[in-house]
């Protein structure tokens, strides 16, 4: 089920930095009882034209948790993500811990602020960074996604999922070291120190493997090799195929009938070898698939 942006508020450009945008959405449309198993933030990112373009920018995500007078609200980190600045396309955040909070209670349901900040913790107002709100192109809107488990009347459209990463509860006064926020989320899981699938180093030493009396040229090369989680939701950077989503989906509801989806290589690249065959003649060869370009679920 999609929700569109109800309320978006900006952090005034000349008040004190750091620089930040608000987003609040209507959840009542949930149907009583349903079972939420994850929710998405989305919002499409155009190309930096500021003098940030060539930087790594840091963006994430918080449910605001209180809000107060006198100073600063109190945030939960929920997500976050690092590209660059040249990047465009739609950024996919996960927001599965405060949804379940709002349910609980919708009083609870305060919005969610995003923060951009460059490596060296310099802040990004989000819109120069390229990030589009209520004001941009309705096609390209900020929204959010829930998904269900499956009921017997299920209502609801699917959309591509996100992996989750690794979440710390912060505190605004405490960026950027995290601090946990007490009593109110103890209840919430969260998933520390998971490695998703991604491409590793490896190199492949022909000496090592006793192949250096006929390989005359490389010694080794670099194949790389893929490993790490594909595990509910799965992220657009993960190169997941539709089966994998779905895999994913159905392993989520009876795990110990389907297994996960599994990180393998996406796409090969060819790698020449200078080696003598059986008669002694020496031959150059490119083989093919030999080096891992990138890492995907399947």
Not at 32 to 53: D, L, N, Q
Not at 80 to 108: C, I, M, P
Not at 168 to 185: E, S, T, V
Not at 192 to 215: A, I, N, P, T
């Amino acid at each position: 089920m999609s929700f569109v942006n109800l309320v978006e508020h900006d952090r005034d450009i000349f008040y004190q930095k750091p620089y930040w945008k608000e987003f609040r959405f209507d959840l009542t449309q949930i149907p009583a009882g349903e079972s939420v198993t994850a929710a998405e933030f989305r919002i499409y990112k155009m190309r930096s034209i500021t003098r940030h373009a060539n930087k790594t920018l840091h963006i994430s995500i918080y449910e605001i948790v209180k809000e107060h007078s006198n100073r600063d609200s109190d945030l939960f980190l929920l997500d976050l993500q690092d590209l660059r600045a040249g990047a465009e396309g739609w950024l996919v955040f996960d927001v599965t811990a405060a949804s379940n909070h709002w349910l609980v209670d919708r009083k609870y349901n305060l919005g969610l602020r995003l923060y951009v900040e460059t490596d060296d913790g310099q802040s990004v107002d989000p819109s120069l960074a390229g990030l589009l709100g209520c004001r941009g192109p309705r096609s390209k809107q900020p929204f959010m996604v829930t998904f269900f488990r499956a009921t017997q009347n299920p209502t609801r459209v699917t959309r591509a999922v996100k992996q989750l990463r690794k979440r710390q509860p912060k505190k605004m006064n405490d960026l950027p070291h995290p601090n946990r926020l007490p009593g109110i989320f103890d209840d919430i899981h969260v998933t520390e120190g998971r490695q998703v699938c991604r491409r590793h180093e490896l190199y492949v030493s022909f000496q090592d493997l006793g192949w250096l009396d006929w390989v005359i040229a490389p010694q080794g090369y670099s194949a790389y090799y893929c490993e790490g989680e594909c595990a509910f939701p799965l992220d657009s950077c993960m190169n997941a195929t539709n089966h994998a989503i779905l895999q994913s989906l159905v392993h989520l509801m009876k795990p110990e009938a389907v297994p996960k989806a599994c990180c393998a290589p996406t796409k090969l690249s060819a790698t020449s070898v200078l080696y003598y065959d059986s008669n002694n003649n020496v031959i150059l060869k490119k083989h093919r698939n030999m080096v891992v370009k990138s890492c995907g679920c399947h």
